[in-house]
Each structure stands twice: as structure tokens, then as C-alpha cells.
Nanobody
Framework: VQLQASGGGLVQAGGSLRLSCAAS????????MGWFRQAPGKEREFVAA????????AYLDSVKGRFTISRDNAKNTVYLQMNSLEPEDTAVYYC?????????????????????WGQGTQVTVSS
């Protein structure tokens, strides 16, 4: 599976961005999909995940109510709608594919279970 993330950019605090993650090489309809982010000098952290059917989602506490993850299996694409952006959201955002279909916190929130990663897209939020 090859993943291509796009949609990042520079936005003012309070603004919105929509990230897309287009998959190729194999259908991702059976994969748990996640978004992670990494700020300079910090470890990569979990942001959001969605199960293979699209009917279960999970979020980092600090983005709940502001970010929404969704997927379109027909288009082999996952999205991250980011609203009310804050300077603390500044990071490189990565999408990732996890072949495990079990919906467990340890499976979707850590980086290890994800076998495939996109190249990352920079999100910069100015104050």
C-alpha cells in the first residue's frame, strides 16, 4: 500500500484545513486508518483513527470537537477535517494504514501496528 498525504499548508489560528490521504496499490477497505503528527523535537503522536467500516472513530483529547476523521473506501481515501486550528497543532501530519481490524486503543493509538505510512504533509498554524 502506498499512501500520499496532501492538503497541508499555512493557516491562521482559528482557520481550517482538510487533509487527504490517497492510497494506491491495494484497497484500504479492510484497514484501520490513522493520522499521526510530529512537531519539531517531539515524538510522533496519535491524532485520530477510523475503523475499516468507518463507523468507529477515536481522537487525541486535545483535538476532540475540532478534528473529524472520515473515509471513502470507494475512493480509497481517508480525510482529516481540521477546524479551529491552534498554533499547538503545528506539525507534520502523517497518515498510516493498520491491517488489524480489532478496534482497541492499543491497536489504533500507537505507531507500531501501522504497517504503511505516507510521506507527511506540513501544517503550520500562525498565531
Amino acid at each position: 500500500v502506498q499512501l500520499q498525504a496532501s492538503g497541508g499548508g499555512l493557516v491562521q489560528a482559528g482557520g481550517s484545513l482538510r487533509l487527504s490521504c490517497a492510497a494506491s496499490g491495494r484497497t484500504i477497505s479492510t484497514y484501520t486508518m490513522g493520522w499521526f503528527r510530529q512537531a519539531p523535537g517531539k515524538e510522533r503522536e496519535f491524532v485520530a483513527a477510523i475503523n475499516f467500516r468507518g463507523d468507529s472513530t477515536a481522537y487525541l483529547d486535545s483535538v476532540k470537537g475540532r478534528f473529524t476523521i472520515s473515509r471513502d473506501n470507494a475512493k480509497n481515501t481517508v480525510y482529516l477535517q481540521m477546524n479551529s486550528l491552534e498554533p499547538e497543532d503545528t506539525a507534520v501530519y502523517y497518515c498510516a494504514a493498520n491491517p488489524r481490524t480489532s478496534w482497541r486503543y492499543s491497536f489504533y493509538s500507537s505507531t507500531a501496528p501501522y504497517d504503511y505510512w505516507g510521506q507527511g504533509t506540513q501544517v503550520t498554524v500562525s498565531s
